[in-house]
C-alpha cells in the first residue's frame, strides 16, 4: 500500500494535453551550498528575458541621470494638470501592442556604477562569465534568498551562469523590457523597497564583482521602507515603471531621472480613500504616488496596450485602472482571502486573478464582473498567466469564436491549463433581493481588513452557485514543492518552485497544437506579468 502510495504522488516527467504529450527536457537550479539565509528566505519569482543582436553603439552620452527631451515633456505633462485627471502621453507608442518577439533591445554604452549601501556585489562564487554578449539569447532571471541568479535558457547545464549577491537585502520582484531603448532593461525590487534598473546585457558581459550600471530609486528605503512586492514597465512607457509596495502605494518612476533626489511627498491625509499625489517638482522621482489600499499590494499587470492596469492585495480586491486617466474604473473581491496574483489576456478582454480561495477567477473587462470560476487547485494559487489565443471555426456558418488558453501553478504543486471558450460559458440568472438587487455571498473573507472605499466601483464576491465553473483540462503534479511561477515561452512551459528549481517542459509538435499555428511570445509572470 505504501509503496503504491509514492508512486501515486511521485512526479513524472511528462503530462498530456489535448494538443499532445509535454515531456520534461531540463531543469535549472541554483548552488545549494552557495546561498546566503542571513536575511531569511523569500519566494523565487522568475522571469524570461530576451537580448536581440546588438546593434552599433552610438556616440557615448553622458553618466548622468538628467532626462532627455521626450522625460522632460512627459513629466511636464504630468505636472502640469489637475490632479485625477491628467493624460500620460508616452510619444504615440501609447496605445499599441507588439509581440515581444519582434522587439529590439538597442545597447548603450555602459554607465559607472554606484555603489551604495545596498549595492550588490557578484559572488564570489559565481561561474565564469562569457565576456562578450552581443548576440541574441534568451536567460532566465530568478530569486532565491539574497542572491539574484541569471541562467542560459538555451543550455541544458543545471547550473545559472551568473549569481548576485545583495549584501544588505532580499532582491524580491523583477521584471524585463523587450522595448527598451536603451540599455537599462532590467528591474530589480528588493525586501528593504530599494529598486534597481540595470541592464541585462551589461550584466551578462561584466565578469566583475559588482552589479554594473545601476540605477538605485528609493534608495535605504529613505521614501518608502516596506518592502517592494511588484515592478513593472509601462508598455510604450519609453522608460516609466510601477513599484508596488508592502504598505499599498504604487509609485511611478522614469528609469533616466535622477533617483537620489529628494522627492518627499505629502502625507496621506485620509488612508481610506484611493488618490493619487504629483510631486512638485519636474526634477523628482518618482513622479507620482498611487495610494491603493492599506494592505499589501501582491501584484500587478498592465493590459498590453498600457491602457489599463490591474493591482491584487492583502484584502482580496481585484482593481483595474485606467492607467491614462489614474481612475479607479472597476474590480471585484475573492471568495476568500488575499489574491496573490493577476494576469491580462494578449487582447485586453480578461484578467485571471487567485490566490489564497483555491480558485481562479476570470474578469472580464466588457461584463466588468467575473465571468468564470476555475476550480482545481487544491491549495493557494501562487502564479496565472494567459497563453496567445486562437480562433475556432465553426462549422455551422455562425460566427468563430476565439478561445483562451492559460495556465495557473500552486501551493499543491500542480500545474493547471484551462481553455476557455466564452461563447460556451452560460452565466446563470442571478437571484433579485426583494429590493431588486443582485445576491452576492456573504462568505467572502479577509485576513487584512481594508476600508478603502470606492465609490461602489469595487463589487464584492458573487454566490458560486451565480458563476459558471471552469474546469482544467490538464493537471499535472510538476514539481515536490510548492509552485511560484509558470511561463509559457514559444517552444516550452517552464515551472518554478518556491525554493528556486526550474522545470522545462517540451511542447508536443507544433502542428498537433490549435496554437502551434500562432507565433507565441515569451510571456512571464511576475508579476509579477
Known amino acids: ?67 532627455t527631451s521626450s522625460v522632460r515633456n512627459a513629466a511636464a505633462r504630468l505636472l502640469g494638470g489637475v490632479n485625477g485627471t491628467r493624460m500620460l502621453g508616452f510619444g504615440g507608442s501609447n496605445g499599441t501592442s507588439k509581440p515581444s518577439t519582434a522587439n529590439k533591445v538597442p545597447a548603450s554604452p555602459a554607465a559607472a556604477a554606484a555603489v551604495t549601501a545596498h549595492s550588490p556585489t557578484a559572488a564570489s562564487h559565481s561561474p565564469s562569465v562569457v565576456s562578450s554578449y552581443d548576440g541574441e539569447g534568451t536567460y532566465i532571471i530568478f530569486n532565491v534568498g539574497d542572491t539574484l541568479f541569471i541562467s542560459d535558457y538555451n543550455s541544458r547545464d543545471k547550473d545559472p551562469i551568473k549569481a548576485i549577491h545583495f549584501s544588505s537585502s532580499n532582491p524580491i520582484c523583477h521584471a524585463f523590457d523587450s522595448d527598451a531603448k536603451d540599455d537599462h532593461d532590467l528591474l530589480i525590487g528588493l525586501n528593504s523597497g530599494d529598486v534597481y534598473s540595470v541592464s541585462l546585457r551589461q550584466q551578462l558581459q561584466d565578469p566583475g564583482k559588482k552589479l554594473v550600471g545601476a540605477h538605485h530609486y528609493n534608495k535605504d528605503g529613505s521614501l518608502n521602507s516596506s518592502r517592494c512586492t511588484a515592478v513593472a514597465w509601462v508598455p510604450g512607457g519609453d522608460g516609466f515603471f510601477l513599484a508596488a509596495h508592502a504598505d499599498g502605494n504604487l509609485y511611478f518612476y522614469h528609469k533616466n531621472k535622477d533617483g537620489t533626489i529628494d522627492a518627499s511627498l505629502p ?67 475573492s471568495y476568500y482571502g488575499a489574491l496573490l496574483c493577476c494576469a491580462w489576456s494578449p487582447d485586453g478582454k480578461y484578467v485571471l486573478a487567485g490566490g489564497e480561495d483555491d480558485l481562479v477567477q476570470v474578469w472580464s473587462m466588457e461584463d466588468r464582473a467575473v465571468v468564470a470560476w476555475g476550480e482545481g487547485h487544491n491549495s493557494w494559487v501562487s502564479a496565472v498567466v494567459f497563453e496567445s489565443c486562437w480562433t475556432l471555426p465553426c462549422s455551422d456558418g455562425a460566427e468563430e469564436s476565439t478561445m483562451y ?18 461563447d460556451e460559458i452560460v452565466v446563470p440568472v442571478r437571484r433579485c433581493a426583494p429590493g431588486g438587487s443582485p445576491t452576492y455571498s456573504t462568505s467572502s473573507q479577509s485576513s487584512c481588513v481594508d476600508n478603502v472605499t470606492s465609490a461602489g466601483l469595487l463589487q464584492s464576491a458573487p454566490s458560486r452557485r451565480d458563476v459558471p465553473k471552469l474546469s482544467p483540462v490538464v493537471a499535472h503534479r510538476v514539481h515536490a514543492e510548492p509552485l511560484s511561477g509558470v511561463i509559457f515561452a514559444k517552444d516550452s512551459i517552464i515551472t518554478c518552485s518556491h525554493e528556486g528549481h526550474l522545470k522545462i517542459w517540451t511542447r508536443p509538435c507544433r502542428t498537433n497544437s490549435p496554437a502551434g499555428n500562432s507565433d507565441v511570445p515569451l510571456e512571464s509572470l511576475n508579476n509579477n506579468e
Not at 15 to 21: D, L, N, S
Not at 405 to 422: A, E, I
Open 405 to 422: 488558453r492559460f495556465g495557473s501553478v500552486g501551493q499543491d504543486t500542480q500545474l493547471l491549463l484551462w481553455d476557455l471558450v466564452m
Open 1 to 67: 500500500m505504501a509503496a503504491s502510495n509514492a508512486q501515486s504522488t511521485a512526479v513524472k516527467s511528462y503530462f498530456k494535453a489535448p494538443e499532445g504529450r509535454y515531456k520534461l527536457s531540463y531543469e535549472k537550479t541554483h548552488p545549494a551550498g552557495l546561498l546566503h539565509y542571513s536575511h531569511g528566505k523569500v519566494v523565487t519569482q522568475v522571469t524570461l528575458s530576451q537580448l536581440k543582436d546588438k546593434p552599433v553603439a552610438p556616440p557615448p552620452a553622458s553618466s548622468s541621470f538628467s532626462s
Open 267 to 333: 502625507i496621506i491625509k485620509d488612508q481610506t480613500q484611493f488618490s493619487v499625489t504629483h510631486a512638485k517638482s519636474s526634477k523628482s522621482n518618482p513622479i507620482a504616488r498611487w495610494h491603493v489600499c492599506q494592505c499589501p499590494i501582491n501584484s500587478i499587470s498592465f493590459s498590453a496596450d498600457g491602457q489599463f492596469l490591474a493591482t491584487v492585495g492583502r484584502d482580496g480586491h481585484l482593481r483595474i485602472f485606467d492607467f491614462a486617466k489614474e481612475q479607479l474604473i472597476c474590480g471585484g473581491k
